[in-house]
């Protein structure tokens, strides 16, 4: 679990739409860019990034509308708050990277078959330009969208983060595939949409499986709760730390905590100790959505 400093729900709402616009507006003109280069320079690659691209727009918005909603306040029929719909919208992102990564796979292994390779067509150099000025593009969008899934703690921006990089590693196959065919081997450029489609369905495993995670109550891992059940053991007034549980709950964590304490202090002193280790977990572990205390008395 990472910590990260708290900020205002407005400034979250600004940087969300900030990191949207800028995803789908690279995408668009990426996309369109590479779609022509791929078809003036007939590279099947080429064509295969430029759709993984333009899925890129749908992740892109699919995220932005997952960050927003989760950041919702609780609610009468939502008690515990919506950040699970983050988890939402990274499944709805990993299942669209595993149908795109689908149709670009099968068109490669089609053409791969088929065999009559010399008459495949030989990509032009404008379809070489376009992968590496892809490669270049998308991981600047790459880091730029993961530094601010950071700072937002946000698992579908960050899916989407992945996103951007698979575009790279697919760019990076379209250069291969079409350099290779351009060099007399025009069944690289059939070859490299397999590779594209393997990169994408290892991105759409990663971001599927983080989300499922995240949905399942899943602890929020041995060192995270090493350093909670410190903090709680160093408090004073506190005997014993005797049972610590976390979940994950979308991008936030619940902790249960049970703690013995003197059995001679009154109900007053011991709610005040609680009390304080209640908000001082929470201050520590900002990911920390709430924690609930039990108190004991020590045997």
Request: glycine share 8%.
């Amino acid at each position: 679990m990472t910590s990260v400093s708290s900020i205002s729900p407005e400034k979250e709402k600004r940087i969300a739409a900030q990191v949207s616009s800028v995803g789908i507006i690279g995408n668009v003109l990426l996309s369109v860019f590479k779609l022509i280069a791929g078809i003036i320079g007939h590279s099947g690659a080429m064509i295969s990034d430029s759709i993984h691209s333009m899925s890129d727009v749908f992740a892109t918005a699919i995220a932005y509308i997952g960050v927003r909603t989760s950041r919702k306040v609780a609610d009468k029929e939502h008690p515990y708050g919506h950040e699970r719909v983050e988890c939402v919208a990274s499944l709805i992102l990993g299942v669209s990277l595993f149908v795109v990564g689908c149709g670009i796979g099968l068109d490669g292994i089609k053409k791969i078959t088929a065999g009559s390779y010399d008459t495949l067509a030989i990509p032009s150099a404008i379809a070489l330009v376009a992968a590496i000025t892809s490669i270049v593009v998308k991981e600047a969008m790459y880091w730029y969208t993961r530094h601010y899934a950071k700072i937002l703690n946000s698992t579908a921006f960050m899916a989407d983060a992945w996103h951007h990089r698979s575009d790279a590693l697919s760019s990076i196959g379209s250069l291969i595939g079409i350099g290779g065919a351009m060099l007399g081997f025009p069944v690289l450029d059939p070859i490299a949409c397999v590779v594209i489609c393997l990169c994408i369905f290892k991105v759409a495993y990663d971001t599927v499986k983080d989300a499922l995670v995240k949905m399942l109550d899943t602890s929020c891992g041995e060192e995270t709760e090493k350093a909670i059940a410190g903090y709680i053991e160093s408090q004073e007034g506190v005997v014993q730390l005797t049972l610590l549980h976390t979940r994950l709950f979308g991008s936030k964590v619940y902790v249960d905590a049970e703690v013995s304490m003197d059995g001679n202090k009154t109900l007053n002193e011991a709610h005040a100790v609680a009390e304080r280790i209640h908000d001082g977990v929470e201050e520590q572990f900002p990911n920390i959505k709430h924690i609930m205390i039990h108190v004991n008395p020590a045997q």
